[in-house]
Structures are given as structure tokens and as C-alpha cells.
């Protein structure tokens, strides 16, 4: 059974940083594409960042310069590197895999606010 597990969300005041972590279990996790999405309150879930096994990534273009994301396969695990955060990035994080198996983590909550 897979299971994703994120973790790092919290309060930060704008401008400042957070690191979220996505541990993956249960799949072969290199051979994998990895997302995150955020939802924030009353929008839709939107793709933020995606790193592919070949460790391509790309961006939504809201976070580009701004966001991170990153993989360590001996550990199963992606990360995403948040800088310079503004009020608009508040949302429910969510790790995804990128795969039609409809994989996903509970979420972990990050909000900006002062």
C-alpha cells in the first residue's frame, strides 16, 4: 500500500521560508515522478512544482524563482524548498505521484501570514 506522509507546513510570517518533506512508501520510488500541489481555500487544487525521475523540474509560474523542488531516492523522500513566501501561497500542501494510480498525501497546511 503506498503511502505519502508530508510534513514541515506551519505559520511563517511573509518573506519568510519553509521546507516541506513528502515521505513515500510502499512503490518503487525512483522510478517515479513527483508533485506537489496546493489548495487553498475556496480555489481549486493546483499543480505547484514537479520533479521527474530524471530529475527534471518544472514550475508553476506563481512560484518560479521562489520554490525548490527537490528528491533523495536513498531516502524515498521530495522535498520542496519554499523563499520568500507571500500571503497567497496559503494553502494545504499535497505530495502526488505522478501516475494515473490517484497516489496522495493528507497534506500538510502552510500559512503566510503576519
Known amino acids: 500500500q503506498v503511502q505519502l506522509v508530508e510534513s514541515g507546513g506551519g505559520l511563517v510570517q511573509p518573506g519568510g521560508s519553509l521546507r516541506l518533506s513528502c515521505a513515500a512508501s510502499?512503490?518503487?520510488?525512483?522510478?517515479?515522478?513527483m508533485d506537489w500541489y496546493r489548495q487553498a481555500p475556496g480555489k481549486k487544487r493546483e499543480l505547484v512544482a514537479r520533479i521527474s525521475r530524471e530529475y527534471r523540474t518544472n514550475y508553476a509560474d506563481s512560484v518560479l524563482g521562489r520554490f525548490t523542488i527537490s528528491r533523495d531516492n536513498a531516502k524515498n523522500t521530495v522535498f520542496l524548498q519554499m523563499n520568500s513566501l507571500k500571503s497567497e501561497d496559503t494553502a494545504v500542501y499535497y505530495c502526488h505521484v505522478d501516475t494515473d494510480m490517484d497516489w496522495w498525501g493528507k497534506g500538510t497546511l502552510v500559512t503566510v501570514s503576519s
Open positions: 510502499g512503490m518503487i520510488f525512483p522510478i517515479y515522478g
